[in-house]
Structures are given as C-alpha cells and as structure tokens.
C-alpha cells in the first residue's frame, strides 16, 4: 500500500469539525480522498454503494463520529462487524465522549483506535499526522471477495 491513496471516509455529523478535518488534511499536504456522511446510514450507503451512491473503493479508512442522529456510531460498529464484505473494515473513533461505556463499546467493536476531538491537537494536525504514518506501515486487509475463495 505503501504510496497508494487511502479514502477516507469521515462519518461526522458536525460541519464545523468535518470541515477542520479536511482543513488539516489539507494543511499538512496529504491528497487523500475524503467522503464525508452525516451518519451511519449515509456511511453504508457510500460503503454498499446504494443510492446511487458509488461504491467506496479499498483501501480506506472510516473516521467515525460516536454522538450522531438517527444511526450512532456504536450502532454502526455493530452493523459493521456483521457484514461479511465490511467486517474488516478498519475503524478509528472520534469523538468528544470520554465514557468508559462509549470506549468499552467501541473496542468489543474492533476498532483501531479512539481520539477524543478535544486532545487531536490544534485542528486535528496531530490525528492526521498519527493517520499519515498508520497507512504508510499498515497492511491493509484484502478486500472480502479475495479471500472468501481461499
């Protein structure tokens, strides 16, 4: 993967946080596609390609929102998990809740990390420099059609 692009999608139901997401992609110079949904539903829709919705290509990323209307992003970890062409989707969370219970949830969920937005550093420069180095040196995992048929 190493000098692929990576999507991103960010599953953020607040403008004003979504869009200083992109701003520290941006400042820090990292061309990465980013698809942002206000909820879980719209992060399926994008994620299964319904809707009219093109599909989300691999590889990438899901920076997902806990506090969010109509579907959380606890409801969509659990959703996520029991999709067998989603499963190993990778998952990190961002959120302002700082509850044992949300972070228990969410790591019985297989996430790959949890930020609280309010310690990502000066508009979140420090969680896109921690994901800039993540995608580099990870292995992605093949996408589920692949190795089904192992």
């Not at 996520?80 to 990190?92: G, N, T």
């Amino acid at each position: 993967m190493f000098g692929q692009s990576v999507h991103i999608l960010l599953v953020e139901d607040d403008e004003v946080d979504a869009e200083a997401i992109v701003r520290a992609f941006e400042k820090q110079e990292i061309k990465h596609t980013i698809t942002i949904a206000p909820d879980g539903f719209a992060a399926f829709a994008i994620l299964r390609g319904q809707g009219g919705q093109p599909r989300l290509g691999a590889p990438y990323i899901i920076l997902l929102d806990l506090n969010m209307p109509r579907m959380n992003g606890i409801e969509f970890l659990q959703e996520i998990r029991q999709d067998p062409e989603l499963r190993c989707s990778i998952v990190f969370i961002l959120t302002t809740s700082d509850s044992v219970k949300d972070k228990l949830a969410a790591y019985n969920s297989q996430i790959a990390g949890y930020f609280l937005k309010q310690r990502t550093g000066e508009n979140f420069v420090n969680l896109v420099e921690m994901l800039h180095v993540y995608w580099r040196i990870i292995e992605f995992p093949p996408e589920e059609r692949t190795w089904q048929n192992l």
